[in-house]
């Protein structure tokens, strides 16, 4: 009986180290994360709806003017509007802007880059940009709970985050972007099985 209690003993002590090994080592990965990602100066929103373009440069010609003061403000552009940024006491390298999609538009919100961010969705085929997978949560209602949640890189460092598959006819600006990137070079680097 003295053998099975040290036993018990000796693995509650092996597993809490394992815990508190397998937490610290997911506190330090988290601290480590780091998103390289080019601030926009401006973008614009296809009439389609489809994903915005970011610019690097301000544009000429834009439906507004877009000056973020603070992280977490959120302003709305309809689809086929543009607009230029303003970083008042803000930087740019430090932030970036989340986009929701909207019936007839996107929603945009200035967030830190490396700040966990909680999406949530509410329709089929509906869209985020985001800096990075690993410091996002997403929240699914019932009626789309077998939808898939489908990550696609963007050539301007962000991810675009869709639910529902193109199968199910959900178009992705993004992964049309990145079919042009997959040149022969680019598939030849990539690791086999």
């Known amino acids: 009986m003295k053998s099975i209690y040290i036993f018990l003993v000796v693995l509650a ?7 508190q ?8 990965e988290e601290k480590q994360i780091h998103v390289e990602i080019t601030p926009s100066q401006s973008v614009s929103i296809p009439s389609d709806g489809s ?4 610019g690097l440069k301000p544009k000429d010609k834009v439906d507004k003017v877009i000056t973020f003061t603070q992280v977490g403000e959120k302003f709305e552009l309809k689809n086929g509007q543009s607009a230029n940024f303003i ?3 803000i930087s740019p390298e430090e932030t ?4 929701e999609q909207t019936l007839d538009g996107y929603i945009l919100q200035l967030a830190y880059r490396n700040e966990k961010v909680h999406l949530s969705f509410s329709r ?3 869209i ?8 996002v949560t997403t929240e699914v209602p019932q009626n789309l709970r077998y939808e898939q949640i489908i990550w696609t ?3 301007d460092g962000t991810w675009e985050v869709r639910i529902g598959t193109t199968e199910r006819g959900c178009k992705s600006p993004a992964l049309d972007d990145i079919k042009k990137l997959r040149t022969k070079t680019y598939e030849s680097q990539i690791p086999k099985r």
Do not use: F, H, M
Not at 96 to 99: K, M, R, V
Not at 128 to 135: F, G, M, R, S, W
């Open 13 to 19: 002590i092996t597993s809490c180290k394992t815990y």
């Open 21 to 28: 090994y397998k937490q610290w080592t997911y506190e330090s």
């Open 51 to 54: 994903a915005p373009i970011a």
């Open 87 to 89: 970083y008042d006491g």
């Open 96 to 99: 970036y802007i989340i986009y």
């Open 124 to 126: 089929l085929c509906q």
């Open 128 to 135: 985020y940009i985001v800096a990075n997978p690993a410091l």
């Open 153 to 155: 890189p963007r050539a």
